[in-house]
């Protein structure tokens, strides 16, 4: 991805009026910090996209509600447990957690958002959930991004945060974000979570319309294993303190703005795909030359969640024959005779038959390199689309096989 | 599965009239038997289903020409190379080897059928494969069953075959099949060769009718990885030899004939499971009380397909969240409050929530066996599928990232 962004430090606590934290509660058996704040000093525009895993989280259902009417102030999230499949008391809890950050942070419940990740089915412990709040409540600084994007990690290897500055009209605005992953991720926000914020000044409509968009473009083009969880979301807070002419229409700011948003979406869905369970290799799967973007979108994902296509990325094998049977797999109609794929820009199949020009080492040196980019080309239309993915471990079996509940 | 048929040995020539033969012809590194040859001593009536794969190999594109007259006598099978995207040169391939088959059966060359399994994009050795097809026909014999199976094994890591005998009106019919795996096998028949006889008498269209009912309970309910290959075909020879009246309805002895197909078809789907690439478990997984069938299967392979709960499974953890996670990620519509979920018969989730009395041993105990079931009931209608699939395991990324193209 090019550099096309000042990127500043900070994380979401780069933009300004915005503080946050990152604590430890005692959920998590490790001992690791396991609640994060984040706070506006003054009321936002709010908008959130959700999972849509029909066993959607309480969180998920109660944010859906506090979104509405778009404004927030603040999100409290815990990790270390989901607090899915957890019922009627389930709810209540999540209830309480909002009612609780609400109180301490002088704001009424429906400004305040809620995220739980970690392990489904258990209830919250709130003693521990109350001591993350209290905590972070007196922990909120404008240093504190960092440690928010530490706290909301669960089997991450490392937290992800971009911020980003740019000119909207004459002022200068600022957009943070941070995200966590890394199993469960695929298309359709599986397993993640994300939380933006930026001082712009924006109608609340055209904020989620940038969302989705955005998100779209990045968030959904990710999979690290096809599976799908209760619990995502990715939410952004727009305080408005950059000074700027509100964007109200879809102008030139506003394109502005979404380009930005995108960019710094993008950075941090490629960097749940880099940090993805097990991963030793980033694949970026495009598919050309289809008839619809619905058509290249079908079969970059049956490529990019193949198993065979994905051991063979960490095995080093420029296996082709295992990406053409995903290109087939996916049912969309194709003219075989017409079938390009590329890896790292040498070309495997042409016209549907194999280049056997290359030699064994040529072939064997291929996939050397951490990043892979398989390029399909089915020469029958101008729509194209890409997905990013990573490859399939010994290390993605021993985290999942070994992860007890 | 209950044993309601009388098994007999002999795989595909029990039947009467039939022989068969499996021999080296050199296209294997490892020297193993890579060329089957199966032979009915007079004309068959002929069915066959093959793979949806839209990069179908050419001997499913010939063979679908080959049994639309309902007629056939042989069938020749090669593996170590699937021939596929091979181009036009390929299909020349394809076309020399039932030709050059069919010249050493003096036979028509519309009478046999060919597959083919293995690597994706080689072009077949033909010195080898004439080889192979001469030895084969030299070594046609009614014992020749058990060697054929042998023969058509790629990475499976044993045969599989099955024959039974049952009654047809005052008739004993012989019914034999076998089959291989091992990966890339997912509903829709991925990377599977099945190849069926029986001397029962029935017209070929009922044939064609009764094999495609069978298969769509047994082979298109299995899932290994979720991928499916360019090769995939079954097909059923049946020549009448057991005298029986020829079955030209759906009347009882249709139904004897399907029930005794289903029972044949699923016992080698059920094989090609538990030889599922680096498997350790067997699993079952029913989903009951759907609104459709159709939204039954699509929970029931969504639970299959997802590596989450694969691995789960290998490391013996009862973890139902993620057996929800897979349920909720299938799209359909839900009350997750009513969602039951047993594994090995103990309900684990109930009315939506986790029953907390078992004990953590019970839990850990509840996968020791090589056998599990995952029993969910949705509680919403009365309709419900079942599919079959094994764990993810360590060696299935061996199998699949050490093997070389």
């Known amino acids: 991805m090019a550099n096309l962004y000042k990127e500043i430090s900070g994380g979401i606590t780069a933009p300004q009026g915005f503080l946050a934290s990152g604590v430890t509660g005692g959920i998590k058996k490790s001992g690791k910090k396991d609640t994060a704040l984040i706070y506006s000093q003054s009321p936002a525009k709010v908008a959130g996209v959700f999972t849509t895993n029909q066993c959607a989280a309480s969180c998920v259902l109660l944010n859906k509600v506090n979104i509405k009417d778009g404004l927030a102030q603040a999100i409290i999230v815990?990790?270390?447990?989901?607090?899915?499949?957890?019922?009627?008391?389930?709810?209540?809890?999540?209830?309480?957690?909002?009612?609780?950050?609400?109180?301490?942070?002088?704001?009424?419940?429906?400004?305040?958002?809620?995220?739980?990740?970690?392990?489904?089915?258990?209830?919250?412990?709130?003693?521990?959930?109350?001591?993350?709040?209290?905590?972070?409540?007196?922990?909120?600084?404008?240093?504190?991004?960092?440690?928010?994007?530490?706290?909301?990690?669960?089997?991450?290897?490392?937290?992800?945060?971009?911020?980003?500055?740019?000119?909207?009209?004459?002022?200068?605005?600022?957009?943070?974000?941070?995200?966590?992953?890394?199993?469960?991720?695929?298309?359709?926000?599986?397993?993640?979570?994300?939380?933006?914020?930026?001082?712009?000044?924006?109608?609340?409509?055209?904020?989620?319309?940038?969302?989705?968009?955005?998100?779209?473009?990045?968030?959904?083009?990710?999979?690290?294993?096809?599976?799908?969880?209760?619990?995502?979301?990715?939410?952004?807070?727009?305080?408005?303190?950059?000074?700027?002419?509100?964007?109200?229409?879809?102008?030139?700011?506003?394109?502005?703005?979404?380009d930005a948003l995108k960019y710094v979406c993008t950075y941090l869905a490629h960097q749940i795909v880099r940090d993805g369970e097990g991963a030793t290799k980033f694949i970026e799967v495009e598919v050309k030359g289809a008839q619809s973007l619905k058509k290249a979108t079908k079969i970059a994902k049956q490529i990019a969640n193949s198993q065979l296509v994905k051991t063979a990325m960490f095995g080093q094998d420029p296996n082709w024959g295992r990406i053409i049977m995903a290109i087939g797999a996916s049912g969309v109609e194709l003219d075989l005779s017409k079938v390009e794929i590329k890896i790292n820009d040498t070309v495997l199949l042409e016209q549907g038959e194999r280049v056997i020009e290359h030699s064994t080492e040529t072939k064997a040196n291929l996939l050397n390199d951490e990043e892979i980019k398989i390029e399909v080309n089915l020469n029958l239309g101008e729509y194209s689309d890409k997905v990013w993915t990573c490859d399939l471990s010994y290390k993605y079996v021993e985290i999942n096989a070994e992860y007890h509940t």
Do not use: H, W
């Open 78 to 258: 815990n990790s270390g447990n989901a607090n899915a499949c957890t019922g009627e008391r389930g709810y209540q809890d999540t209830q309480e957690m909002v009612s609780f950050t609400a109180k301490k942070l002088d704001l009424e419940k429906e400004q305040v958002l809620v995220a739980s990740t970690g392990i489904i089915g258990e209830f919250l412990v709130m003693d521990k959930i109350k001591t993350g709040i209290d905590k972070a409540v007196a922990d909120l600084s404008q240093s504190g991004g960092q440690e928010a994007a530490e706290a909301i990690m669960t089997t991450d290897t490392y937290s992800k945060e971009l911020a980003i500055e740019f000119e909207v009209g004459d002022e200068l605005v600022k957009l943070g974000g941070i995200a966590k992953g890394s199993g469960m991720i695929e298309p359709n926000m599986a397993t993640m979570l994300g939380f933006l914020t930026t001082d712009i000044a924006i109608d609340s409509n055209l904020l989620q319309e940038a969302l989705v968009e955005a998100i779209n473009q990045s968030f959904n083009r990710i999979t690290v294993d096809g599976d799908q969880s209760t619990n995502d979301m990715v939410t952004i807070l727009a305080n408005g303190k950059a000074g700027n002419n509100i964007i109200v229409d879809k102008d030139e700011d506003y394109n502005v703005f979404l």
